[in-house]
């Protein structure tokens, strides 16, 4: 995840922590007032990706984060990370010796669309696609999110 991106998710998350947005368009005004210009479409990517949920209270209605902060974990081992390679049907993460455990804590955080489940090793990680075919999918995304190269 280029460091543009990572900032970005940075200022969505603060900003959810910082008051009650009900509405996305809420949201985009206050990212252009922190100086991001941004899509609706990048919005809604970005919400995804930390886990933002639009709920109802009493009070009312607004986003929120998901519990484990899961950018924050991503960008915490984002550096421990070497590589993400897929053959269609399994994900490999090659990351530091010793640091898989803590990277794959990162990738279930995350709760990604299509991740069944992650298996880790001293510095390999296997992560099995929800679907017999969304390796390549799911190597882009995990690539993106833990700021790696991927590999076909």
């Known amino acids: 995840m ?16 910082a ?3 009900a509405t996305q368009e809420e949201l985009l005004a206050a990212l252009a007032r922190a100086g991001w210009k941004v ?3 990048t ?6 990706h930390l886990g933002a949920r639009r ?3 009493p009070e ?11 950018d924050d974990a991503a960008a915490a081992v984002s550096g421990l990370v070497a590589s993400v390679a897929t053959n269609g049907a399994l994900v490999v993460v090659r990351t530091a010796p010793g640091s898989a455990p803590a990277v794959a804590r990162a990738i279930d955080l995350a709760r990604l669309p299509g991740v069944l489940g992650t298996l880790a ?5 296997f992560v099995a696609p929800a679907r017999e075919r969304g390796g390549r999918t799911l190597a882009g995304r995990l690539a993106s999110l833990l700021g790696a190269p ?3």
Do not use: C, M, N
């Open 2 to 17: 280029s460091g543009r991106v990572s900032g970005r998710r940075r200022e969505v998350a603060r900003i959810l922590r």
């Open 19 to 21: 008051g009650r947005v």
């Open 39 to 41: 899509t609706q479409a």
């Open 43 to 48: 919005l809604s990517r970005d919400l995804a």
């Open 55 to 57: 709920v109802s209270r």
């Open 60 to 70: 009312g209605a607004f986003y929120e984060l998901g519990d484990g902060a899961p």
């Open 121 to 125: 090793g001293d510095d390999t990680i």
């Open 150 to 152: 991927a590999r076909p």
